[in-house]
């Protein structure tokens, strides 16, 4: 892997001056001219006791022990990230919106922000026209029954308004927030059944519906909003959602070679097209887009979610296509899920696992909802339960899904390279190097019982207890 000859610059060492202020650290980041031997570890456990909590420090020593081991190693480095985070859903933004202003700036400050109590995400994703975790279906070409729009005329961002109002507050939080926005659905007349709910996209409308995916782009760009990739649908296998949408991979194949990807390249569109973004039991969905020459050149990468499958299919389409990029762009946690449970799987697949896999990023699906798991669409998910749940104007409570990404987000900034790291029969592990050359280790117990290991680099070990069912985050 080639890196870019700047990157030599941010592999200094540099140490972490914290301070405990809970359920969160401050800390400093200052550049030494060695590592540092400390390792620094924050804690959660499955049973609820500890969330995100920072543990004593331990030191890197020279000695030898018969715990196992987890190696971690600098030198072996591949892909770089591009962050973590979830879903904006039109949903959230109106249960966010409940909140008191002086409440809302809080939680968006802890939710990007890179001081004191932050979690620090890096990378949203959107959906284009309403998701089914929006009150209502649109898109932003809806008109009346029987007329059509092909030059889109009547194309608006309106209904999006408040979205965007909140995108821009995000932003200047965190300007380097990178966004990845998908459809449910194209508008209804547009669709070979009229409507909101499966159908698939007619043929003669493949021309229009690219020019909207522009209009959508420069829309946002308009209001200072720069959309970094796009996929040409959400889940195209599942028409069963509302919106939704059914897009063989044939069809998004030719959309994408004929259409799509020509038209981005005459309007000087630098939105990066991703492929697929479903589930990872069909790999070959993605393959067979990237085997043609034509599309290929248009291609990012492609995107999975992992309601079926193994997260093993990502380094399925890696290995036949090593050059393109892989996303892992949603995975829900429900209402009937426990904490232990969604905490424990989740870290080990979506986190450590889309890790392994060659994933840029790794995103929790909605970032909120109501204590009735609402908003949402006439048939749209009713048990999606989102990483805060807003109660009202003063209370919000953080759930399981917001620890599964703290645990990487807060610690792995965008810039970051994962690197080599051992696992063991219960531990599940992902190791990275950061931009200013700190190393991150995420350990999940899958035991019910506490395992004693090292972390081991560069010939020192340092040993720790982790307890059963529980994840933690080392750094040093």
Same mark, same amino acid.
């Given at each position: 892997?080639?890196?870019?000859?700047?990157?030599?610059? *941010?592999?200094?060492?540099?140490?972490?001056?914290? &301070?405990?202020?809970?359920?969160?650290?401050?800390?400093?980041? /200052?550049?030494?001219?060695?590592?540092?031997?400390?390792?620094?570890?924050?804690?959660?456990?499955?049973?609820?006791?500890?969330?995100?909590?920072?543990?004593?420090?331990?030191?890197? &020593?020279?000695?030898?022990?018969?715990?196992?081991?987890?190696?971690?190693?600098?030198?072996?480095?591949?892909?770089?990230?591009?962050?973590?985070?979830?879903?904006?859903?039109?949903?959230?933004?109106? &249960?966010?919106?409940?909140?008191?202003?002086?409440?809302?700036?809080?939680?968006?400050?802890?939710?990007?922000?890179?001081?004191?109590?932050?979690?620090?995400?890096?990378?949203?994703?959107?959906?284009?026209? $309403?998701?089914?975790?929006?009150?209502?279906?649109?898109?932003?070409?809806?008109?009346?029954?029987?007329?059509?729009?092909?030059?889109?005329?009547?194309?608006?961002?309106?209904?999006?308004?408040?979205?965007?109002?909140?995108?821009?507050?995000?932003?200047?939080?965190?300007?380097?927030?990178?966004?990845?926005?998908?459809?449910?659905?194209?508008?209804?007349?547009?669709?070979?059944?009229?409507?909101?709910?499966?159908?698939?996209?007619?043929?003669?409308?493949?021309?229009?519906? $690219?020019?909207?995916?522009?209009?959508?782009?420069?829309?946002?760009?308009?209001?200072?909003? +720069?959309?970094?990739?796009?996929?040409?649908?959400?889940?195209?296998?599942?028409?069963?959602?509302?919106?939704?949408?059914?897009?063989?991979?044939?069809?998004?194949?030719?959309?994408?070679?004929?259409?799509?990807?020509?038209?981005?390249?005459?309007?000087?569109?630098?939105?990066?097209? /991703?492929?697929?973004?479903?589930?990872?039991?069909?790999?070959?969905?993605?393959?067979?887009?990237?085997?043609?020459?034509?599309?290929?050149?248009?291609?990012?990468?492609?995107?999975?979610?992992?309601?079926?499958?193994?997260?093993?299919?990502?380094? +399925?389409?890696?290995?036949? *296509?090593?050059?393109?990029?892989?996303?892992?762009?949603?995975?829900?946690?429900?209402?009937?899920?426990? *904490?232990?449970?969604?905490?424990?799987?989740?870290?080990?697949?979506?986190?450590?696992?889309?890790?392994?896999?060659?994933?840029?990023?790794?995103?929790?699906?909605?970032?909120?909802?109501?204590?009735?798991?609402?908003?949402?669409?006439?048939?749209?998910?009713?048990?999606?339960?989102?990483?805060?749940? &807003?109660?009202?104007?003063?209370?919000?409570?953080?759930?399981?899904?917001?620890?599964?990404?703290?645990? $990487?987000?807060?610690?792995?900034?965008?810039?970051?390279?994962?690197?080599?790291?051992?696992?063991?029969?219960?531990?599940?592990?992902?190791?990275?190097?950061?931009?200013?050359?700190?190393?991150?280790?995420?350990?999940?117990?899958?035991?019910?019982?506490?395992?004693?290991?090292?972390?081991?680099?560069?010939?020192?070990?340092?040993? *720790?207890?982790?307890?059963?069912?529980?994840? $933690?985050?080392?750094?040093?």
């Amino acid at each position: 892997m080639k890196f870019h000859s700047l990157y030599s610059f *941010f592999l200094k060492s540099t140490a972490l001056s914290c &301070v405990v202020l809970l359920p969160f650290t401050s800390c400093t980041t /200052v550049s030494l001219n060695k590592s540092t031997d400390t390792v620094q570890s924050w804690l959660t456990k499955g049973d609820e006791s500890v969330k995100l909590q920072q543990q004593s420090p331990l030191n890197f &020593v020279n000695t030898t022990n018969n715990y196992q081991n987890i190696e971690v190693d600098a030198s072996q480095k591949f892909q770089y990230i591009d962050g973590f985070g979830y879903t904006l859903t039109g949903g959230s933004v109106e &249960v966010l919106n409940r909140l008191s202003s002086s409440k809302r700036n809080a939680l968006l400050n802890e939710l990007f922000g890179n001081k004191d109590n932050a979690i620090s995400i890096s990378y949203l994703r959107l959906s284009i026209g $309403a998701s089914d975790l929006d009150s209502k279906v649109f898109s932003y070409n809806d008109l009346p029954e029987g007329q059509t729009d092909l030059s889109l005329e009547y194309f608006s961002l309106a209904r999006d308004k408040d979205l965007i109002a909140m995108l821009k507050q995000i932003l200047k939080i965190n300007p380097r927030i990178k966004i990845i926005a998908a459809p449910w659905s194209p508008p209804v007349w547009m669709k070979d059944n009229g409507q909101s709910k499966g159908g698939s996209l007619k043929p003669e409308y493949y021309g229009a519906y $690219a020019q909207y995916f522009v209009k959508y782009i420069q829309g946002m760009k308009k209001e200072g909003i +720069t959309i970094d990739a796009i996929t040409p649908q959400n889940e195209p296998l599942h028409p069963g959602n509302n919106p939704s949408l059914y897009m063989s991979s044939d069809q998004q194949k030719d959309f994408i070679k004929n259409h799509l990807g020509p038209v981005f390249k005459s309007n000087g569109i630098k939105t990066k097209i /991703v492929v697929y973004d479903h589930n990872c039991n069909k790999p070959e969905y993605a393959i067979n887009i990237l085997s043609d020459a034509d599309a290929y050149q248009y291609i990012d990468g492609s995107a999975f979610h992992l309601y079926e499958g193994e997260i093993s299919a990502l380094s +399925t389409v890696h290995n036949a *296509f090593p050059d393109k990029n892989l996303y892992f762009t949603e995975q829900w946690t429900g209402a009937k899920g426990t *904490f232990n449970e969604d905490l424990n799987w989740h870290t080990q697949n979506v986190i450590i696992g889309s890790m392994r896999n060659w994933s840029k990023i790794a995103l929790e699906w909605n970032l909120a909802n109501d204590a009735g798991f609402k908003p949402h669409t006439p048939g749209g998910c009713t048990e999606c339960k989102g990483a805060i749940t &807003v109660s009202d104007a003063e209370t919000f409570t953080r759930n399981v899904g917001y620890y599964i990404i703290a645990h $990487a987000s807060k610690f792995i900034p965008a810039g970051s390279v994962r690197i080599a790291s051992t696992q063991t029969n219960h531990l599940s592990t992902t190791a990275f190097i950061t931009p200013k050359g700190k190393k991150v280790v995420i350990v999940q117990n899958g035991s019910q019982n506490t395992e004693t290991f090292n972390i081991k680099y560069n010939g020192k070990t340092a040993t *720790f207890n982790l307890p059963g069912k529980s994840v $933690a985050t080392y750094v040093f």
